[in-house]
């Protein structure tokens, strides 16, 4: 069993940045998380890395595999995990689908900034700007203001509605 630090994540991830080998990195965040037996890092927000890498090194099958197990753990996550599962059936050109767990999300309370965020960053990569807009918005209105992640949704959403061709509002005023 594995006791899991942010140093000994850190330097799995930058092994891996230098070796440029990201399905490597996936293979071991993934044993990692199959002895992980406690940590600073939860094993769910392990195996939410493990999905990227799998994403990264062009294996999308294996990453939602693993952002499943993300939502399964139900451990501790910067971001909900099905916001990582719609990005990748949009990979995998399954729009419906995607579009159908991102409706999910919407519905359920207490969605974070973090969260809001990604969601409407995927909207954005996948053409869907009107979406993308409504996704930032929502989230510029309820997130918590001051933070870096509401800094963060109030940029995207700016970008956005330049990208729509709206005129600057009050919210656009909060970004500095």
């Known amino acids: 069993m594995a006791h899991v630090t942010r140093e000994h994540l850190d330097r799995l991830l930058e092994q891996a940045l230098l070796a440029d080998d990201h399905a490597s990195l996936a293979r071991k965040l993934d044993d990692l998380a199959q002895s992980y037996d406690s940590g600073e890092v939860s094993r769910a927000a392990i195996l939410m890395l493990a999905a990227e890498e799998w994403r990264q090194a062009g294996q999308a099958v294996r990453a939602l595999t693993s952002f499943q197990s993300a939502i399964e753990d139900g451990g501790e996550v910067a971001v909900d995990p099905r916001a990582g599962i719609a990005d990748t059936l949009f990979e995998l050109d399954r729009a419906d689908e995607a579009r159908e767990l991102i409706e999910v999300i919407r519905c359920d309370d207490g969605v974070n900034t973090a969260t809001v965020l ?23 209105l309820s997130g918590q203001k ?24 009050e919210l656009d005023e909060l970004i500095s």
């Open 146 to 169: 001051g933070t870096g992640e509401h800094s963060a949704l109030l940029r995207t959403r700016y970008r956005i509605r330049v990208d729509l061709g709206l005129p600057e509002d």
């Open 118 to 140: 990604t969601v409407a960053e995927t909207l954005v990569a996948y053409g869907d700007l009107p979406a993308a807009h409504e996704w930032a918005t929502r989230g510029a």
